[in-house]
């Protein structure tokens, strides 16, 4: 069975720095892209961070470009996202999910197209 659990976040100030995982199971993690995603009460899920699975292909959202990093240990069936400069808007619980699902345009933003969701972690960012 397929499982995944984000950890890492926590509690930090304005400009602070975080690094979350993304431990799995159960699946073949090289076949998947893994993405990371989050969600404030009252809001739609938002895309973060997305890497492929097969050419090392990243992609970021413009709010998080040139602050977070997407990484993954493929040896170690886990997804990494460092977030550097953190801002209060970056407050959220971070989900990471996979998806093979790579046809479209704008696949590895699309919510819909991952089909297996790990517990959030949540990120706090302090004014």
């Known amino acids: 069975d397929v499982q995944l659990q984000a950890s890492g976040g926590g509690l930090v100030q304005t400009g602070g720095s975080l690094r979350l995982s993304c431990a799995t199971s159960?699946?073949?993690?090289?076949?998947?892209?893994i993405g990371w995603f989050r969600q404030t009460p009252g809001t739609e899920r938002e895309w973060v961070s997305t890497?492929?699975?097969?050419?090392?292909?990243?992609y970021y959202a413009d709010s998080v470009k040139g602050r977070f990093a997407i990484s993954r240990d493929n040896a170690k069936n886990t997804g990494y996202l460092q977030m550097d400069s953190l801002k209060p808007g970056d407050t959220a619980v971070y989900y990471c999910?996979?998806?093979?699902?790579?046809?479209?345009?704008?696949?590895?933003?699309?919510?819909?197209?991952?089909?297996?969701w790990g517990q959030g972690t949540l990120v706090t960012v302090s004014s």
């Open positions: 890497a492929s699975s097969n050419i090392g292909r990243t």
């Open positions: 159960g699946f073949a993690f090289d076949d998947y892209a």
């Open positions: 999910a996979i998806t093979r699902r790579r046809y479209g345009s704008t696949w590895f933003s699309e919510v819909e197209k991952f089909d297996f």
